[in-house]
């Protein structure tokens, strides 16, 4: 199997998902929201192992029939490593993207998302605990810095220049 397992990581808001679905489309790929295989009955730390099972199963399956599959899904070092792994032994090329922005930006009415209160808590921490910038990242983007369009499209290159992938 080749292909590329592109997971896109950072704190709630940064665009993992809608920049995910963007990244898919443009690369002929398929997009997997992560979050969608949590189990939401159980604590986090039951079910990231079920989660982390069924991102690998349904993005190894993807694989071999487009050339890329692109996560959204928030990444710890045991996920980095997990996933690294898998991916890897399957022959698909992995790469870790972490996605940053800021408080302020992610929390900005004009970008039309409106968080509940405890989201706003948890951006303050994940963005406090390093998810949009993880040592473990191929590298980091910053997601505030223009336009959606314009974000999506400079993704699409970094991603590209990384992985050699043609337009």
Known sequence: ???????????IGTGKTTLGRALAERLGGEFIDGDGYTDQTRPWYCSI????????ANGLSALETVP???????????NWIYFRRKFGDAGATPLFVSLRASYESITNPARGRVFAPWE?????EMIGEGYGARPFSDFVFDTDAGPFDETATRLT????????IRP
């Open 1 to 11: 199997m080749r292909g590329h397992a592109i997971f896109l990581s950072g704190p």
């Open 49 to 56: 192992k079920r989660t982390s099972e069924a991102i690998v």
């Open 68 to 78: 890329a599959v692109v996560v959204a899904y928030p990444l710890g070092c045991m």
């Open 120 to 124: 706003h808590n948890r951006i303050r």
């Open 157 to 164: 290159q970094a991603v590209r220049a990384r992985l050699a």
